[in-house]
């Protein structure tokens, strides 16, 4: 049934004033008579370890998981866990490597570190392209996603759904990055109880089906009638190859998605950004675990309603169909439908508040990047502190505006959620990373060979997607560069798996922008700025040491078990 009980409005109520009411909270409490723009952006000294942590995990799990990656469970399996567990392990580099240089260099924003390692140029294309793909691809995603997956679980209509989404994250991120912290600290409390309890759920609804009772009988009943979708590695002749290839999850493109997405994006280490390095390490380590976490919570019910549709259980299989195909994002809202009364209203909030979290970060980095590397460097250098915050607080609004307004003409619920978004982020995932990693840690790149990555990590990116289309199809497929996906006209299409794209650009760029910045330094050319970076900056505290190592052990435990 699509629709909420009067008890699952209570249930919901709840939760909105509990975030709503301590967000007020801690705004009148932590606010100061002159706002800064530093401490409205970043919440500089404000956030603990733990906020910090709730805060990465709240802004990062959003529709495209809980509907998305609820999709490819049903669809892959276990496999599409590799992006999340994957991201535990990127997090400790991050922490170890990357927020030590951010910190010792007092960068605030992925532009100003462009434009104090490279040049103005650089650092202005890449703010305006990180505005466009924020508002035009990620806020949008976010947004129309969440309101999809909101009205097909309450009824509501979609844009009623969208205009409130996005009226309670405003709400919120007009309080700046302090109030966004420490109510994600609420969001991922529901996020968390009302995931494990939907995965409860559905585990025990799988038992049930095969007249047993409990999620541990539906989880080994599930093993037992989905054999194949409990594999982290895919191998060759399995459809879903093209989606993950194989050991490129461990060994290829799946670490530069992450690398590029937790450490050099603006939306993710601003969290991290105004506390101190111990602060900023705890934070990362508790959202690290946070993820590990997460596929219990988004994955597994997409298998547990695998099994159910293969089992022809109730209408499952009418339900997961949209427009007489069979549509595997279907999966997370048909399960949500089958929940009791109360425990729906408790679902819904998780749901909720994993896009409005999202939402907010979001609408707080696109007002962080524009008022900071924008209006304050390119159009009024002379405003006040007060002026940059209330301009950071119009941008949110306008921001916000326009995501409702054009989300609907861009076709996003066509597009395979969670996987489309992995895929055409990561047309310019490798130049971007390859242009930060040597500007952490190779004195010698220049600002030429940085733009020739951003610009030419993209024209490589399109070419190697079209690239089977030219080519001796036979050929490619031998090699193992190709790949046959099958098409709904029964034909088939050559492709490049997109992690393997990534990495073949990525080696691509990071040479290229070794050969020019060499040629350059030797015509006399030499970088604009480095970085301050010394040995002692990455050393770890026994603790973080510790949670590190425990992060490890479990990712070979899991991947040995699952392999």
Same mark, same amino acid.
């Given at each position: 049934m699509n629709s909420l009980t009067s008890s699952d409005y209570l249930v919901f109520l709840f939760y909105f004033l509990v975030v709503a009411l301590y967000g007020l909270w801690i705004y009148r409490k932590k606010r100061t008579a002159e706002a800064s723009s530093k401490d409205y952006f970043l919440a500089e000294g404000s956030l603990t370890w733990w906020a910090i942590g709730a805060s990465l995990i709240a802004s990062n799990i959003s529709a495209e998981q809980f509907i998305g990656m609820s999709g490819n469970g049903f669809k892959i399996g276990l496999a599409i866990s590799a992006y999340e567990w994957m991201a535990a392990a990127t997090l400790m580099i991050v922490a170890i490597f990357f927020i030590p240089v951010y910190l010792k260099n007092k960068i605030y924003t992925m532009p100003q570190f462009l434009s104090q390692r490279y040049n103005n140029t650089v650092a202005t294309v890449m703010a305006v392209f990180w505005l466009l793909l924020y508002v035009v691809v990620n806020l949008t995603s976010i947004l129309y996603l969440g309101a999809l997956a909101v009205s097909s679980i309450s009824g509501l209509n979609l844009t009623v759904c969208m205009y409130g989404l996005a009226i309670f994250s405003i709400f919120i991120t007009l309080g700046g990055m302090k109030v966004i912290g420490y109510t994600d600290v609420i969001q991922v409390f529901f996020l968390i109880l009302g995931g494990l309890v939907t995965t409860y759920l559905a585990?025990?609804?799988?038992?049930?089906?095969?007249?047993?009772?409990?999620?541990?009988?539906?989880?080994?009943?599930m093993s037992e009638h989905a054999n194949d979708h409990f594999h982290m590695i895919l191998k060759r002749d399995n459809t879903n190859y093209p989606s993950l290839p194989g050991l490129t999850v461990l060994l290829g493109g799946l670490w530069i998605v992450n690398l590029n997405y937790w450490g050099c994006n603006q939306y993710i280490v601003q969290r991290a950004l105004g506390a101190d390095l111990k602060t900023a390490r705890g934070g990362i380590l508790f959202s690290a675990f946070l993820k590990m976490l997460m596929p219990v919570i988004v994955v597994l019910p997409g298998i547990a309603a695998y099994v159910l549709h293969q089992q022809n259980h109730g209408d499952f299989a009418t339900a997961m169909q949209q427009g007489g195909e069979l549509n595997p994002d279907n999966a997370y809202p048909v399960l949500l439908n089958l929940l009791?009364?109360?425990?729906?209203?408790?679902?819904?909030?998780?749901?909720?508040?994993?896009?409005?979290?999202?939402?907010?970060?979001?609408?707080?980095? !696109?007002?962080? !990047?524009?008022?900071?590397? !924008?209006?304050h460097k390119r159009i009024n250098p002379q405003a006040s502190e007060k002026k940059l915050v209330s301009t950071g607080r119009l941008v949110v609004v306008i921001s916000m505006i326009l995501g409702v307004v054009i989300a609907p003409f861009l076709g996003i619920d066509k597009k395979g959620g969670f996987e489309f978004i992995q895929e055409y982020?990561?047309?310019?995932?490798?130049?971007i990373f390859a242009m930060f990693i040597l500007g952490f840690f190779w004195k010698k790149a220049t600002s030429s060979a940085a733009l020739f990555a951003t610009v030419g990590g993209f024209i490589m990116s399109v070419i190697f997607k079209v690239l089977p289309k030219f080519m001796d199809l036979a050929f490619l497929s031998s090699t193992g560069f190709s790949t046959p996906v099958a098409q709904g006209d029964g034909t088939i299409l050559y492709e490049i798996p997109f992690l393997d794209?990534?990495?073949?650009?990525? $080696? !691509?760029?990071?040479?290229?922008? $070794?050969?020019?910045?060499?040629?350059?330094?030797?015509?006399?050319?030499?970088?604009?700025?480095?970085?301050?970076?010394?040995?002692?900056?990455?050393?770890?505290?026994?603790g973080f040491a510790v949670g590190a190592l425990i992060i490890c052990g479990l990712l070979v435990a899991l991947y040995t078990r699952f392999w």
């Open positions: 585990l025990d609804l799988v038992a049930k089906h095969f007249g047993q009772t409990g999620a541990v009988a539906g989880l080994k009943l009791p009364s109360g425990l729906k209203g408790l679902a819904f909030a998780a749901l909720t508040a994993a896009v409005v979290a999202s939402l907010a970060g979001k609408a707080n980095s !696109i007002s962080t !990047i524009f008022t900071l590397d !924008i209006y982020t990561g047309f310019v995932s490798p130049g794209r990534m990495g073949f650009v990525f $080696i !691509i760029c990071l040479v290229g922008m $070794i050969i020019i910045s060499l040629i350059q330094n030797k015509r006399g050319i030499k970088p604009q700025g480095v970085m301050e970076v010394d040995t002692k900056m990455f050393r770890m505290n026994p």
